[in-house]
C-alpha cells in the first residue's frame, strides 16, 4: 500500500476563492441584467510591454534555426539575464551583486513553497497573518506544524498580527524564531515598510541566526522615495535574508513564468554537528538537481523587460495600476471608509464600516454595487474587519465601480 503524505489532510480545504465564486454566481443568477465589477483577482489584466512581446517572439524564431537553436540552459539561469537584472534593478539601490547569487525561476510561488527543502523540519517559523496563503499551507504540506486549532492556526508557526495597530508592520516575536517571512509591499494589506523598520528584522534575524524569506514581488509598484525595493538595502542584510522576486505582476508574467531568487554567497546555516554551511551552494544543488531551468523565450522576453523601451512601456503599465489604486483609495476615502496601502502597492486594504464582519461586507459591495473584493479574514484571522480591492482592472470598471460605492455609503 502506498501511504501518502497526510500532512496534507491538516489543510483547510481551498475555501476562499471558491466561497467568493458560489456566492457570485448564486448573485448573477438572480440578478441577470447587473454588471459584476470583479476587483477581488490578485492577477493582472493589461497586455505585454510590446518590447517584451517582439524578443519573446525573436527567440521562438531562434528555436526554429540550427544557428540559434537553445536547448538545456544553465539550470540557474542565464547569466545574461541575472546581469540584466543585476544592473537595472539592484545596481540603482546600492546593492551590489554576483549573477552567482541569483537564481532564475518559473516563477515566486515555487521558489518561495521549494525553499523549504533545504531547511531542517525543527526551525520554528513565523509567518504574517493576514498572509500571502502559500507561505502557511507550504509549511503544513512539509510537516512542520500540527493540527490547526478552530481559528485556522497551525500549531507550530508563530503568526504575527499584521494589523492598523502595529501600522501592518509585526512586532518582533517574543519567542525565538529560526524563518520569518515578510512581504514588503505586501499583500494582502497593500502596505511597505520603512527602512528603519527593516532594520529592526534584520538586526533580529542577525542576533538570532535566523533568516528572513523576503517576497519583494511588488517592489515595482513603490511610488513613495525612500521605501526599500530590496532587503539588501538595508545594513546586513546579505547575511540574514534570501530576496524572492517575480516578473508576474511587475511586467504581466503571471501567465509567462518567471521569477527569480537571490541567495548572498555570506548567507549560512548550520549543520546538526553546529557547522556554517553555505545556503547558496544548498540550493544551486537542490536546484540542479530538481529544475532544468527556466524556459529560453521566457527568459529572453524577461531581460527585454529591462531594456530602455521595454522598461519605459512596462512602467506605462505600472503607472496605469497604480493611478486605479489612487481612484479606488480615494473614493473610498471620499465615501468615509478607512483604508490602507494603494500607494506603494496596486492592493487597497480597507476596514469595513460599522465594525461588519469582513463577509457581511462583501455580502453589502455585492448586492448594492454589484463589485467583487476580497474578504480580509480569507487571509487569516486578524483579516477579520478588513477587505481588499484590486487595482489590477480596467479603467472604466475600477471608476465606475467608485461611483456605485460612494453612492452605497452616501457620499
Ligand atoms: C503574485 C505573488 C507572487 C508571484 O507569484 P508567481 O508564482 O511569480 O506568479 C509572489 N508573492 C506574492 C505575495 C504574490 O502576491
Redesign the pocket.
Given at each position: 500500500m502506498a501511504r501518502i503524505n497526510d500532512h496534507y489532510l491538516k489543510l483547510k480545504a481551498g475555501y476562499l476563492f471558491p466561497e467568493i465564486g458560489r456566492r457570485v454566481t448564486e448573485f448573477t443568477q438572480a440578478n441577470p441584467e447587473a454588471k459584476v465589477i470583479r476587483l477581488g483577482i490578485?492577477d493582472v489584466t493589461r497586455p505585454l510591454a510590446p518590447a517584451v512581446l517582439n524578443a519573446f517572439h525573436q527567440a521562438i524564431d531562434d528555436l526554429g534555426t540550427t544557428e540559434n537553436f537553445a536547448g538545456y540552459g544553465p539550470e540557474q539561469g542565464y547569466a545574461w539575464l541575472s546581469q540584466v537584472i543585476i544592473d537595472k534593478s539592484y545596481r540603482p539601490l546600492g546593492v551590489d551583486l554576483t549573477t552567482d547569487e541569483m537564481f532564475i525561476s518559473d516563477?515566486?510561488?515555487?521558489d518561495?513553497a521549494n525553499i523549504l527543502d533545504i531547511f531542517a523540519l525543527d526551525n520554528v517559523v513565523a509567518i504574517g497573518d493576514p498572509v500571502?496563503p502559500?507561505y502557511n499551507d507550504t509549511n503544513v504540506m512539509v510537516g512542520r506544524t500540527g493540527e490547526a486549532d478552530e481559528k485556522g492556526y497551525y500549531k507550530g508557526i508563530v503568526y504575527m498580527p499584521f494589523t492598523a495597530d502595529n501600522n501592518f508592520v509585526p512586532d518582533l516575536p517574543k519567542e525565538k524564531v529560526d524563518i520569518i517571512y515578510l512581504?514588503y509591499p505586501n499583500?494582502p494589506t497593500g502596505t511597505v515598510a520603512t527602512k528603519d523598520e527593516l532594520k529592526r528584522w534584520v538586526d533580529y534575524a542577525r542576533a538570532n541566526d535566523a533568516i528572513i524569506f523576503f517576497?519583494a514581488?511588488?517592489e515595482a509598484f513603490i511610488t513613495t522615495p525612500g521605501i526599500p525595493h530590496s532587503i539588501y538595502e538595508i545594513d546586513g542584510a546579505k547575511e540574514c535574508a534570501i530576496e524572492?522576486r517575480?516578473?508576474?505582476?511587475t511586467a504581466g508574467?503571471?501567465g509567462v513564468?518567471c521569477?527569480l531568487v537571490v541567495i548572498p554567497e555570506q548567507l549560512s546555516g548550520t549543520t546538526t554537528d553546529g557547522e556554517k554551511y553555505s545556503i547558496n551552494k544548498l540550493w544551486k544543488r537542490r536546484v540542479t538537481t530538481k529544475f532544468n531551468g527556466a524556459s529560453y523565450p521566457v527568459q529572453r522576453a524577461a531581460a527585454a523587460v529591462y531594456s530602455d523601451e521595454g522598461w519605459q512601456q512596462t512602467r506605462e503599465t505600472i503607472d496605469y495600476y497604480m493611478e486605479n489604486a489612487r481612484i479606488i483609495r480615494e473614493g473610498l476615502q471620499a465615501a468615509g471608509i478607512d483604508c490602507y496601502g494603494g500607494v506603494d502597492a496596486p492592493y487597497i486594504w480597507l476596514k469595513t464600516p460599522e465594525g461588519m464582519s469582513s463577509w457581511d461586507f462583501f455580502d453589502k459591495l455585492l448586492n448594492e454595487c454589484h463589485v467583487v473584493g476580497t474578504p480580509g479574514s480569507g487571509f487569516g484571522p486578524s483579516g477579520e474587519g478588513y477587505f481588499r480591492l484590486s487595482a489590477f482592472g480596467g479603467r472604466t470598471n475600477v471608476e465606475t465601480a467608485v461611483q456605485r460605492i460612494r453612492k452605497t455609503w452616501g457620499k
Open positions: 490578485g516563477g515566486s510561488k515555487c518561495c500571502y502559500v512581504c499583500n517576497d514581488a511588488y524572492f517575480s516578473f508576474s505582476k508574467f503571471t513564468r521569477g
